[in-house]
Structure formats: C-alpha cells, structure tokens
C-alpha cells in the first residue's frame, strides 16, 4: 500500500519569496512521483514527475522537485512565485508494478500575496 | 486543455436517484481512470479500465459501477444517491496501462441535494 503526505494545509508566501511545499510518501514499493496543480474550478495539470534517473526535475512554471530516496519525500520548490501561482498543489504516487493509479495526498493551499 | 472530455460539468439531482457521467478520453489513449475529489475524503481512486477491460479497483463503492466502451469512452453510475456522494469526479486518461503521465479532465461537479 501507498499513502503520501502533505505536511502543510495552507502556504501564505508573498510574491517573489521562494516557496517549498513539502510531501512525504510510504510504499513497500518502488514509485513514480508526481505534483499536480487544481487552479480554482479546474482539473488537475500535471507540473512535473519523477519516473527514474536524476532526483532533481523541473517541470512547468518554474517548478522543480528532489527525490530524496533515504527521506521519502519529494518536496516541491519555486525561487520565486507570482499571484497566478495560487492554486491548490497535490503531490501523488504510483507503483510502477501492481496497483498503477495516482495516490494522492490531502493537497497545499499556496497564496500568494502582494 | 488536457484533451479529456468530461459531460456534464455541473449536476444536481436528488437522493435516491441515478446518474450517469461520461468521459472521452484524449486521441490514442487506452486507459481510462475515475477518480472522486470531496472535502472529507480528498482525492481518492475510483476505477481504472484499459482498452475495455476493468485494471483496478479502488474505494468504489458497490452501488458505483463504471464501464468502458468500443470506442474507448467511459462511463461512471451512479445509483441510490445519497448526500455523501456530492463530490467532483475527475476522469483521467493515459496511454499504457502504468501511469507515467495521467491528463486529467475538468470533472463534473455532482450535487446530491
């Protein structure tokens, strides 16, 4: 079984601050990770994905994530947001055998302020 | 735009009643997944089919049922409503049957009153 953490609910940053929202997973197995981001009255869109190869993944607008295999997580970092990056982030797992669907943690309220 | 269609956007019905929501999945991908997004539950795992045929369950409750067609779209029942259904159901679709990359629809908002 999988399960994934978000550590924080809600993220209050002003804009142009660096942003980390952070994530934590448990699997009994090898897995792909990944953030997605709900904009209000939207679907989700996936940012970026860890598959294999380098920990280090930089996905769309500006986001990039680290795998850290010994600590189980897979925090997501921006050096500099902006008021458009308010939206709600999921970070989510898969196995890569057996059970492929997402699973996905409670989700971070990023706001940005001016 | 991701590519997957999901109809309707907004529903409203009453308890006990059945309803029905369809996703079309974007061109050439043959799997099909259904996932339900509520305040109390978060997002949570629904179904998954591949090129027809039901992959992988997850918390879908019995009076759930889903199915994927011929032409590779889906549809989600579901039936003796009750006010705990109220949700936004999301459709994803991908390629293979692993989930290397899900693109995920704008989902149907489903109002239970």
């Known amino acids: 079984a999988q399960s994934v953490t978000q550590l924080d609910s809600q993220v209050p940053v002003f804009e142009e601050a660096p942003v980390e929202l952070r994530c934590n997973y448990s699997?009994?197995?090898?897995?792909?990770l990944f953030w997605y981001v709900q904009y209000p009255n939207q679907g989700l869109q996936l940012l970026l994905k860890y598959l294999s190869g380098s920990t280090l993944v930089k996905g769309i607008n500006g986001f990039e994530a680290e795998f850290n295999k010994s600590q189980t997580s897979f925090h997501l970092r921006k050096p500099s947001v902006h008021i458009s990056d308010t939206a709600e982030y999921f970070c989510?797992?898969?196995?890569?055998?057996?059970?492929?669907?997402?699973?996905f943690g409670s989700g971070t309220r990023l706001q940005v302020q001016p | 735009d991701s590519g997957v269609t999901q109809t309707p956007k907004h529903l409203i019905t009453a308890t006990g009643q059945r309803v029905t929501l369809r996703c079309s999945p974007r061109?050439?991908?043959?799997?099909v997944y259904w996932y339900q997004q509520s305040l109390d539950q978060g997002l949570q795992f629904l179904i998954q089919y591949y090129n027809g045929e039901e992959r992988a369950k997850g918390n879908i409750l019995e009076r759930f049922s889903a199915q994927q067609f011929p032409d590779l779209h889906s549809e989600l029942n579901l039936s003796s409503l009750e006010l705990g259904d109220s949700a936004l159901y999301f459709c994803?679709?991908?390629?293979?049957?692993?989930?290397?990359?899900?693109?995920f629809g704008q989902g149907t908002r489903l109002t239970v009153v």
């Open positions: 994803a679709s991908g390629k293979g049957q692993g989930n290397t990359e899900a693109f």
């Open positions: 699997s009994s197995v090898s897995v792909y």
């Open positions: 061109s050439g991908d043959l799997s």
């Open positions: 989510a797992v898969s196995g890569l055998t057996g059970r492929r669907a997402l699973t």
